[in-house]
């Protein structure tokens, strides 16, 4: 089992023996009288020898702007937003970059926040303008370490079979070994120069390590094995076993990272966004017991509807952070704005504006709307009682009712995901769920979702070995179930109920022996 050995040997290596950083030259002694020079360019990070080339896709990517497309730029923005190609959408963009609309470096940022994930660096090149200001250089260079991550632990190197037991070992004591150690190293480092970031930027490279991390996890697993070992289900099992406790200092430190940047991410008012949406899947996979992706299984109203302006259109498809530098004076407080402003997130500022002064009963509910969202995704009690909060300023209408339920169930629920994940929460008190089951108690449209999400809610923290609870939670979920009227939602109930039935079940021996 030498691949084993070797990562057990070496499960610490990427956290240790770092080099010392290297203390800063002597700045050089200004030229008496001479001529003030123009600010240079700066420097962005260039990649380790542990980072794969960068793809031949990305070569279309490498456009250099020639002058700015006349017309409207942000009518000319927002179509470009809407091609779907991602190399067409990307020409578009190029088009718009030096456009006196846009502050130095906005739109190089959305173009690579748009691009595929490992084609950054090559996009941005190697330095940056001395115009683009400093929140901006941090983003991009954060993108510029996310292409990097994304180009480390693509696949490990295999022998090719057949091969024996012995040329297994032979094959994990060097190449293999030496691949580990070049590419645990080179996750270390990246992840240390981003934790120098702030904000959003620290984010992305919190992230994109811990993804890089835990995928270490699953390529690892796939090294082929030698047949005579493959074929032995006892030594298999054994193997894998072994291979797992190796593997456990990666797993935990990707799911450590990864955490990191998604309270980075939270705090930053990112809500849809394809490294929380690759985060929160690879954690739900690698931490079946403790999923984070488990809220989004609640039954919510529908957020509001929406029209499409310019403005409109901009506010759902521009990256969160990236919104506050295109539509300086968005006005959120307009309920069709907002709501298309929640598909993607919620710019910090324009969240404390919004908290920090009357807004109208629609916008309340969006905001609401979103904040529940919020603590869906990241599990933030914070958000939850930010929204209970919003919810006890207005009249309440049949969907708002269900949302106040949903927040204030859950508002006694996990800190956020780092709490959830590392220490789990006590069982949520049935006193929580007072709100939902008294909506369920009606004849409301909302009367059904409302049961299902008490049941639900009741399901995250089960007491242990309690059949009496799986009894009373099956019996919930068929109520619910004779409720419902979407065949999928009366599907999904039944299928809790039974598997609430069968753990009752399960336990039932065991208490009484």
Known sequence: MGAVAVLLALGGCAATGAPPPRAPEPAAEPTPNAPPTAPAARALPVPLAAVAPVPAQCRAFATEPAGCRAGSPLELLSEALWIDDPLSRDRALVALQTCDAFAPGVLLALRVELAPADC????????????????????????VHAAHLNRLVVTAPRLEPPFSKQQFADFSKTVLEDWVVTQARAIYEIAKHGSTLGGYARGVVAVEAGIADMRFVSVVRDVPLPEELAQDAELREAYYAELDVALAPWKERGRDAALVGLREFAAAGVLADPRVERARELLSELYGGRRIDRLDGLMLPAPPAAASSTIENLAARLPTQLVPHVLPNLDANEPRVLALLLRKGLPRPVRADLESRPISAEANFALAWGLVRFGQTYWSSADFMAAEKLLQRVPLTPPSELL????????????????????GSAPIPVTSLAALDTLAQGQGPWAPAAAFD?????????PPGDPSFWQGLARRYTQAEARLSDAGDKARAKELANAARATAKSLLPQRSQ
């Open 120 to 143: 950054g660096d090559l996009i941005v090149g190697p330095a940056l303008a001395p115009e683009v200001a400093p929140e901006l250089e941090q983003t991009l260079t954060a993108l």
């Open 404 to 423: 106040l339920g949903v927040a204030q169930a859950l508002k006694a629920g996990p800190r956020d995901a780092v709490d959830m994940m590392a220490r």
């Open 454 to 462: 008490a049941a639900y809610i009741l399901e995250l923290w089960p």
